[in-house]
């Protein structure tokens, strides 16, 4: 059955964050108590910094939870641009501490050097994800499906089987390395969170059909997706 994305708004960050993590801490309880464990894939950027501090304050069982993320920047975690680092600093704190984390930046020149080890890395988790957490950019782009990427076909191929891919693009800074559109869709709870009135209008020009932003191929998935967002 298909489903349309659903936006929850709120009227600031906090607010957002609160609920956000009160949302995730949830469904990563009810993955525990059916399977004895949950797999969650977080974003990067400045986004989620304020929703990491909160969900690491969350009442569970964290020794049963295990922690990914939806793309890396190929740099390594003492890099201040590095997405692992943040979650180490702010996710991997307090209550959160006992949960397990699997970073996706290993010891190689390229993410194409790397990729055969990330591969194993990453095939070794309990799939599907229990919980994603989508974030987006200003040019539209989720996880690291940026305009213009050079494997941005392929990562958004939904017959690809591969669970990551190298990604660079003109938008992307880093090379990048990113869970696929088929991996991150298979989730069994599914959010974006995104903040500001311009990420708003992102989202309504990605809502137009035929839309080319990256972002659009989630929202016309015809799953369920809930949207957090303030202004």
């Known amino acids: 059955m298909s489903s349309s ?4 708004g709120f009227d600031d960050g906090q607010a957002l964050a609160e609920a956000l993590a ?3 801490a949830g469904q990563l309880r009810v993955a525990i108590e059916t399977r004895g464990e949950a797999l969650l894939a977080v974003s990067g950027g400045s986004t989620p910094k304020r929703l990491f501090e ?3 304050q969350q009442d569970l069982n964290w020794s049963r939870v295990t922690i990914t993320l939806v793309d890396e920047r190929w740099v390594p975690d003492s890099d201040e641009r590095s997405n692992a680092r943040m979650v180490e600093a ?3 704190q307090h209550k959160a501490a006992d949960a397990e984390f699997v970073p996706l930046y290993v010891e190689a020149a390229t993410p194409e050097a790397g990729i055969a080890e990330v591969r194993t890395r990453v095939g070794a988790l309990k799939h599907p994800f229990d919980v994603v957490v989508l ?3 200003p040019d539209g782009h989720t996880a690291s499906f940026f305009p213009g990427g050079d494997r941005l076909r392929e990562a958004l191929d939904l017959s690809n089987t591969a669970q990551v891919l190298p990604m660079r693009a003109p938008g992307a800074g880093e090379p990048r390395i990113t869970f696929t559109l088929r991996e991150l869709l298979q989730a069994h709870t599914l959010y974006l969170h995104v903040q500001g009135n311009d990420k708003r209008d992102v989202l309504a020009q990605a809502e137009q059909p035929g839309s080319a932003l990256p972002i659009a ?12 967002w303030c202004p």
């Not at 994305?5 to 929850?8: A, G, T």
């Not at 191929?217 to 957090?228: F, H, K, S, T």
């Open 217 to 228: 191929n989630v929202l016309r998935a015809g799953r369920q997706l809930d949207i957090y």
């Open 90 to 92: 702010l996710l991997l």
């Open 22 to 24: 009160s949302a995730i």
């Open 5 to 8: 994305p659903q936006l929850h």
């Open 135 to 137: 974030g987006m950019g």
């Open 54 to 56: 909160l969900l690491s």
